[in-house]
């Protein structure tokens, strides 16, 4: 799923949460669980093809650019496993709201990159098996 409609969902959710509870922080908190966790996309870019050109590939498929074929995907922060221990942490450790509306947006984040990337198998966003199969892209997703 591109980062615009990520950044665009995350916008709409924020202003929603903005108009619901008037608070600030929950917007923003909102918005940025739903766009940071794209940020592990600079990690996959810079180790395929150094750190300055991957920056210049991935700049190009923000902007609508085509799709570069990465031989490994990594994506640390797009993870079940994490999502999980996040909400142990929110539940039993951290119960702010702020903490629980940037959770929602990544999970919202990863619902909608599950559901939604052409190629993604039950498996995909399970670090896991990521690093069970050495982080091949033809093991994780189907195209």
């Known amino acids: 799923m591109s980062p615009a409609v990520h950044l ?13 509870t008037g608070d600030a922080a929950t917007a923003a908190a909102l918005l940025a669980g739903s766009t940071a966790i794209d940020l592990d996309h600079i990690y996959d870019y810079a180790s395929a093809q150094g750190l300055r050109a991957g920056l210049g590939v991935l700049a190009g498929r923000i902007a609508g650019g085509p799709n570069v ?68 892209r033809e093991d994780i997703v189907t195209n």
């Open 69 to 136: 074929r990465l031989p490994r995907l990594y994506l640390w922060l797009h993870s079940w496993e994490l999502m999980a221990l996040l909400a142990f942490v929110w539940f039993f450790r951290f119960p702010d709201p702020v903490f629980f509306s940037a959770l929602l947006g990544l999970g919202i984040h990863m619902v909608m990159d599950q559901l939604g990337n052409p190629g993604a198998c039950r498996v995909t966003y399970f670090l896991a098996y990521r690093i069970f199969v050495g982080f091949r």
């Open 8 to 20: 665009a969902t995350g916008a709409a959710l924020g202003g929603g949460a903005y108009l619901l």
